[in-house]
């Protein structure tokens, strides 16, 4: 259907009585409105019209995240700009495994909230346990994620420090998500929320040339304006939010060390001892590792997405 056959029918939609209604109740001085029970097919047609109406945040929370995906399929083919919609992932699954982190599913998360978190989304879609994990505060990441762009004067040291303070691992050539590279005057680096990696080439302190790169066989091909940092993990190194993390965790590994030498388990403790002291000196040193995710809660204690609201 082309953009004026689908605005002809959003129109006729917003005509509606029932639809005027709805939008009626999204009322601008009210600072949040909800609504339970809508009808899966009725409620694209209704978040597309009153987002016409109504400059306002919508968040819908869904069963699972294929019904998700779903939705979103759903509104952009009612038109709504895919830039405006953001699905928030859950990573619950990935805490049960010993594997490395997922870090398409990270960058997901993070891309999600940056865009909520500056305004640039207007339809969020989670379920409830995605929406209630824990994550970096929203003021926190405005300010972590930065722009790069042609003509830019940048310290390279400075940019390296800065990418390294952000979870960003130093590798010799970039490979996945999420690291980063120098070799003299140019800088690559894969943001955890691209589709693939960008080659910065300065000329002095200067930005002279942004081009997207193949990971396998890394060639630079096309040009770009710009390019968007945002943390490589849900996590900030702040001094104040690593002490305390530490000190929480170095309490929860005593108490739970006591429990199981009580319980007359030998070889349990010296385990657990070894790896989560492992981990306390990852954090001590602010160095970003596998198990992070599972220290966000302690980071960043009762910070979930509900504060995006």
Partial sequence: MDVARLQEVRSSIRALPGVRAFAHLLSPQSHRTEFTDVSGNLLPLLIAASMDEQNALWCVLV?????????????????????????????????FEDTPPDLHLIGSRIESLWKVATGQARVLIATAQSLLEPTLPPDALREATFTLRKGDVVDMDWLVRRLVELGYEREEMVAQRGQFSRRGGILDIFPVHADEPVRLEFFGDEIDRLQPFDPDSQRASGHLSECVVTPAREVLWSAADVEGAVSRLQHLLDETLQDLIQEGNERAPDALRQRVEDDLLRLQNRVAFERLEHYIVLLHPGVDALQYL
């Fill in 63 to 95: 069963a699972d995240e294929q019904r998700a995906q779903t939705l979103a399929a759903d509104l952009a083919a009612m038109g709504v700009p895919e830039s405006q919609v953001v699905v928030l992932p859950s990573m619950l699954g990935e805490l």
